[in-house]
């Protein structure tokens, strides 16, 4: 079958129909405006002539602050990956029906992340509107998006347990508990996403194995969690790494390490020669990720130091 071939789409529905069936029955109803505490709020200066936003204003440390503007901003772009997927699925079944309901579910957590930070004024909401503008308006260059179909559902499979695992990491750690709630919340639609799209790729990989083996490769080789383009990202994302709460090791040791183990990575039989160097390619570059964390980890008492 040729490398971009599409045509496992069709023969897929139905596991796609019996994922999604599957997911509706799991998925718990929830609504965004009962995990804001909107009894917090206060007018902002401008037209309704309230009070100007001050950074005092809120008790979240430094760190809680840059996870939540790289959280809500990766929600909102999360239509970019939609469209990518929908421009070669088919239309008017399992699939199409999916991809719309995974993106309504984003998007509420886009909905209540952003309404906990105007309303506890957590950050300088002139300053992330501004940030959410220059984001949503700067086309993404063609290597922070996946190259095919395949590719991106390998990526989407590991970004979503990389944003449950870091949604979940933010809740533990924020030292609020109306924003670990609402956090804790997300995580669990999250989780959701992440088995609907690792069974679906586990079914890909007993299809077509070495076409899936290479773009799961692909997707893990280049793998960058969403907001690159952020503005401030590298210095968000560094903060947030050095403090522990998502950083390479945790990558390797709660992403990384549970997919490759699900989707029984080590124990295929069903590869062919480019499939099996593929595999062998992934393993080495997995191991690599791994001295890489555990030097990352050494140094960062060092790293922490100098930051204070």
């Not at 804001?36 to 809120?58: H, I």
């Amino acid at each position: 079958m040729p490398q971009h071939s599409t045509d496992w789409f069709a023969e897929l529905e139905p596991v796609v129909a019996n994922l999604l069936d599957r997911h509706l029955s799991m998925a718990q109803e929830w609504f965004p405006h009962q995990y804001v505490p909107w009894s917090r709020g206060q007018d902002y200066d401008g037209p309704l002539e309230g009070v100007s936003w001050q950074d005092a204003q809120s008790a979240l440390s430094p760190v809680a602050k840059a996870a939540l503007v790289l959280s809500v901003l990766t929600e909102e772009n999360l239509p970019v990956y939609h469209h990518r997927l929908a421009a070669n699925a088919p239309r008017d079944n399992a699939w199409d029906e999916w991809l719309h309901r995974w993106t309504a579910e984003e998007d509420r957590h886009s909905t209540v992340m952003l309404s906990y930070i105007h309303t506890t004024r957590a950050v300088d909401p002139i300053a992330l509107e501004r940030a959410r503008m220059r984001y949503m308006s700067t086309p993404l260059r063609p290597d922070d998006l996946p190259s095919d179909p395949l590719h991106g559902l390998a990526y989407v499979m590991i970004q979503e347990l990389a944003t449950r695992v870091a949604h979940r990491n933010t809740g533990l750690h924020c030292g609020e508990s109306v924003c670990a709630r609402l956090f804790a919340r997300v995580a669990q639609d999250e989780n959701l996403h992440m088995v609907f799209y690792r069974d679906l790729y586990a079914a890909l990989l007993d299809l077509i194995p070495d076409q899936a083996m290479a773009s799961l490769w692909r997707a893990v080789k280049g793998f960058r969690m969403p907001g690159q383009a952020i503005p401030g990202f590298a210095e968000m994302n560094a903060r947030i790494a050095l403090a522990g709460w998502y950083d390479l090791e945790i990558f390797h040791n709660d992403v990384l390490t549970p997919l490759i183990r699900a989707l029984r990575i080590h124990e295929r039989t069903d590869l062919g020669p480019h499939g099996e160097q593929n595999r062998a390619e992934l393993l080495t570059h997995t191991e690599r990720l791994h001295r890489t964390s555990i030097r990352f980890r050494e140094r960062r008492p060092t790293a922490l130091a100098q930051e204070c």
